[in-house]
């Protein structure tokens, strides 16, 4: 099934884990891709997948903390394609250490990676969507946006930030045709989280693996997801099935979460 022939997907944080594992998916489906990541050998890597798929792209290589790089991308993909239907802004990064250790440039930078730049992508193509009257946001934000654990601060206070900010573009997008909404990943088998595994492990006197484990089994089913599973659900957020599913953080994590 291919339900989204030709249409343009931007993808932040498209170059690993759930942003490559999107592309892919749209890709499968017909989509045509545009990437934007810092890791551009990784980025390329994605995006030439996504070629042998068939799908048409341009990878965007950028920080998406800059105050004008997301406005480019969108005039850049707007020259190229002369449309863009979907918006999936999956990138990020975690970091965690008790309250007391954790400095403002620390707290600064997760919020500006996670949250700001989420923020700025939502902002420059808002005004697409709505001359549009059609398309899709989808905010990757984390069960940590709806709950929280000791040493997280400025991950979980980024994640349900994403929550509030896809919340409100929402219902500014609702008059229009177009939906916004959040995915809540729990956790996820992506090179970061067995990054955060080695390092929170190693805290608690415990391996990567056996971090992994311990939170596999902290899980209702037992297991831990696969980036392809998030995938999964982004396209049908993307899809004509939800049009009228719009303003919500909708929960990826194996039951972690029952709300």
Known sequence: ??????????????????????????????AHIVGIDLAEKALDETLAACEGLGAKTMGIPGDVRGADGAKKAVKKTLEKFGRLDVLVCSAGLYAGAPLAEVTLEGWKDILDIN???????????????MKRKSGSIINISSMAGKTSWPASAQYSSSKSGVIGLTRSVAMELAPFGATANALCPGNTLTAMVRSVAEKVGAMDGMTGKEWLAMRANDCPMKRLAQPEEMAGIIAFLASEDSRYITGQSISADGGMVLY
């Open 115 to 129: 949250l700001t730049g989420t923020f700025l992508y939502n902002q420059a193509v808002v005004p697409v969507l």
């Open 1 to 30: 099934m291919k339900r989204f022939i030709d249409q343009v997907i931007m993808i932040t944080g498209a170059a690993t884990g759930i942003g490559a594992a999107t592309a892919l998916r749209f890709a499968k489906e017909g």
